[in-house]
């Protein structure tokens, strides 16, 4: 399957997910408690997956278009489209402090598990996924008078949201690492 295939489908999969499924989910971890209540944000690992060699503008066009649909269902008037279009822009420069090689030379491929290994990966999807949780929330309440509700909410949030990224990786990847034949 072509790649743009490939990541076409995964873009329509993750936003029916997020569209038809979280957001009808409401989470607390403690009910009674003052704890926030949220839901689970797992769209912008459609800009964790892209293949390294994506040029930036697309990122960016794509990280738009994602923030705006979830904009759109959820009423919040460019709040995703924002934070996911400033993740899509700092994803290189987050690939390049986590990879080992130069992105040119992963060629066609995804950041996966598989072509970077679990740590790498898991830093990559997670400091990305609370950039993206940071700036929606900070946003979203436009308000640090009440700090640790707000860092909470970001906390909750970000570890719920990597929860679902970690079995999508479980879920969608080949766990034998492929070896390239000399």
């Known amino acids: 399957m072509s790649i743009y295939l490939r990541n076409l489908l995964r873009f329509g999969f993750i936003i029916f997910i997020q ?19 949220f839901t689970p944000l797992i769209y912008p690992i459609i800009i964790i997956l892209l293949p390294y060699n994506t040029p930036p503008w697309v990122s960016i066009l794509t ?31 987050v690939l390049n ?20 290994g679990w740590f790498p990966y898991m830093v990559y999807a997670a400091f990305l996924i609370l950039f993206h949780h940071s700036c929606y929330f900070t946003i ?20 719920t949201s990597m929860l679902f990224i970690l079995a999508y990786a479980l879920l969608f990847t080949n766990q034998q690492r492929s070896t390239v034949q000399p």
């Open 140 to 159: 979203q309440l436009w308000n640090v008078s009440n700090l640790s509700y707000l860092l909470l909410k970001i906390l909750a949030t970000t570890i």
């Open 63 to 93: 990280g738009f278009f994602a923030g705006l649909i979830v904009d759109a269902s959820m009423n919040t008037p460019g709040m995703h489209a924002f934070a996911t279009v400033l993740i899509a822009y700092f994803r290189t420069n």
């Open 97 to 116: 402090a986590v990879l080992p090689r130069n992105l040119s030379d992963y060629r066609m491929e995804s950041p996966t598990v598989k072509t970077m």
């Open 19 to 37: 569209l038809f499924l979280l957001n009808k989910v409401e989470i607390s971890w403690w009910q009674n408690s003052g704890f926030p209540i």
